[in-house]
C-alpha cells in the first residue's frame, strides 16, 4: 500500500522496541513451521507500519494490542492464518486498509478472517435482558462463519479488559456488561474455561470495584486460614482412589470471586454462608470409573444432603457431562467434587 510508511523509517530506538514486542510472540510460536511463521512476521510488519503514530491510553504504541491479542491466539494454538488476522484485526478499521489492500497482501481466507472481526466491532450491545443477549450471542456466532473470528475476538476482548483501567472511566460499564453478558457465555461455550473466569473477574473488578475490593479481601483472608486445606483433601483423595485401583487426574480449584458474588447475590447469603468455596475436579478414563469414584469419595467425606446431580446419566443441553457433589472435608469445610 502507497499509504504505509517503510518500517526503516522510523526511529532506531521505537524499531528496536517494536522488534522485541515480536519477538516475545515469536517466542510462543513454536507449534508452527518456519514457511508460517514468515507469514506472521509478515503480518506484524504490515500491522506495524499500519498503525505508525497511533496510540494506547496507556500511552504505549497501538502495536501493543494487536500483538497481546495475536500471543493469546497462540495460547490456543490456533493456525497461521488466525494469528495474522489477529495481528490486523483492526487495520480496517482504524488504518484505512481495505479489504483488497488485504487480498492482495496475505490471501483471501486472512482478509476473510479480518473482515469478519471488523463487521463484528460495529455491532452495540445495550441491553441486560437475558432474552435479548441471548439473540444477540447466537447473532454474533451466526455472523462469525469461521470459529476463528470468535476467538480472536475473544483474545481481543481479553487483552482489553486487561487493559481497562488506561480507559476512560465513563467505558467501563458498558464494556464490562457487555463482557459479562457476551463475551464470557462465548467463550463458556467454546469450552474456555480459564478465559470465562478471567472475563467474569475483571468485568466485576471495573463494574463494582468497591465490591470485588471487599470480597476479594475477605477471600483472602479465608485462603490464608485453609492454605492447606486443598492440598490435604487432594492427597486423601489420590490416595484413596490409588487404593481403589482407579487412575485419577485431580485439580483442585476456588470459586472466582465473580461466582461468588452472583451466588450472594443470587440467594441473599453474607460471604460467611458461601459454604462451597473450594472445589475439586476428578478426571477419570470412563464412566464406570466415574460412579465407583463417587462411591469412594461418599465413604471418604460425609455428603452434603441435596448437593447431588448427575449430569452423566442427564447431560446439560450443551452436553457437559459430570457428576456433581458436596461433601464435608477437613476442618468442616464443604467442598464441592465434579467427577467427569
Known amino acids: 500500500m502507497g499509504s504505509l510508511l517503510p518500517i526503516v523509517e522510523r526511529p532506531m530506538a521505537a524499531a528496536n522496541a517494536a522488534a522485541a514486542s515480536f519477538a516475545a510472540l515469536e517466542a510462543k510460536l513454536d507449534y508452527l513451521d518456519a514457511a508460517d511463521i ?3 512476521r509478515r503480518a506484524y510488519r504490515f500491522a506495524d507500519t499500519a498503525h505508525l503514530g497511533q496510540m494506547r491510553h496507556s500511552g504505549e504504541p497501538y502495536i501493543t494490542h494487536p500483538i497481546a491479542v495475536a500471543a493469546q491466539v497462540a495460547e490456543w494454538k490456533l493456525d497461521a492464518h488466525a494469528l495474522m488476522a489477529a495481528l490486523l484485526h483492526d487495520a480496517m478499521e482504524d488504518c484505512g486498509v481495505t479489504k483488497a489492500d488485504l487480498v492482495e497482501q496475505f490471501g483471501a481466507p486472512v482478509a476473510e478472517l479480518v473482515d469478519g472481526l471488523t463487521k463484528l466491532d460495529k455491532l452495540q450491545f445495550s441491553t441486560r435482558e437475558e432474552g435479548q443477549a441471548e439473540s444477540f450471542r447466537k447473532m454474533l ?11 480472536v475476538k475473544l483474545a481481543d476482548r481479553l487483552h482489553n479488559m486487561r487493559t481497562m483501567g488506561d480507559m476512560p472511566r465513563p467505558k467501563w460499564g458498558r464494556i464490562s456488561t457487555e463482557t459479562l453478558d457476551i463475551y464470557a457465555p ?5 469450552g474456555l474455561n480459564e478465559t470465562y473466569r478471567e472475563l467474569q ?13 471487599v470480597l476479594a479481601k475477605a477471600v483472602h483472608k479465608a485462603r490464608q486460614r485453609r492454605r492447606d486445606l486443598i492440598q490435604k483433601v487432594q492427597h486423601d483423595v489420590t490416595a484413596a482412589l490409588a487404593d481403589a485401583g482407579l487412575n485419577a487426574h485431580i485439580v483442585g480449584r476456588e470459586k472466582t470471586l465473580y461466582s461468588i458474588y452472583r451466588k450472594m447475590d443470587e440467594k441473599h447469603l453474607s460471604f460467611a454462608q458461601v459454604n462451597d468455596l473450594y472445589g475439586v475436579r476428578v478426571i477419570l478414563p470412563n464412566i464406570i470409573s466415574c460412579y465407583t469414584a463417587l462411591g469412594m469419595l461418599h465413604q471418604l467425606y460425609k455428603p452434603v444432603p441435596g448437593r447431588f446431580k448427575d449430569y452423566i446419566a442427564i447431560p446439560k443441553v450443551n452436553g457437559y457431562q459430570s457428576l456433581h457433589t458436596t461433601l464435608v472435608g477437613p476442618a468442616s469445610v464443604n467442598i464441592e467434587f465434579q467427577i467427569r
Not at 186 to 190: C, E, N, S, Y
Not at 205 to 213: G, M, T
Open 38 to 40: 514468515d507469514l506472521v
Open 141 to 151: 456466532l451466526a455472523m462469525a462463519r469461521d470459529v476463528r473470528v470468535i476467538l
Open 186 to 190: 462465548i467463550a463458556h461455550r467454546l
Open 201 to 213: 473477574d475483571l468485568a466485576f473488578r471495573h463494574l463494582q470495584p468497591w465490591r470485588y475490593s
